[in-house]
């Protein structure tokens, strides 16, 4: 098996990223690999972080606010859930003029038969 002359590249993420990274990861219905693939990075190093996060091994900066990165992806999330609401209300409607419309052709029907029945007496 031939030597690796050239040893892998190993990054160093600052304590800043890691958290934003984390903060991400905690918003409502984001899941860790989506975070993770958004920022190029492994799951597993990612839940790695959130695990030094809770135990106070990663620690935000207290002078820098990490709101702009959080609400911008909470807009998105709440822009996507209405969306998908929507999307709800709009396939319910389709549904029940559907129906409505085969209650009309079954109607329309019934007045056929009934006409044709009348025809022959």
Known sequence: MPKCLN??????????FKVKAVMLSLIEDVRV??????LDIHPFML???????????????????????VSKHEKELSKVKRLEAENRKL??????????QRFLAEEHQQDIDSSRDSDKN
């Open 7 to 16: 040893p892998k590249k190993t990054w160093q993420y600052s304590d800043e």
């Open 33 to 38: 690999k989506e975070v993770a693939a958004t």
């Open 47 to 69: 839940s790695r972080w959130r695990k030094e996060y809770r135990e106070g091994k990663i620690v935000a900066d207290k002078r820098k606010k990490l709101t702009g990165v």
């Open 91 to 100: 396939k319910q409607e389709v549904d029940l003029l559907k129906k409505w």
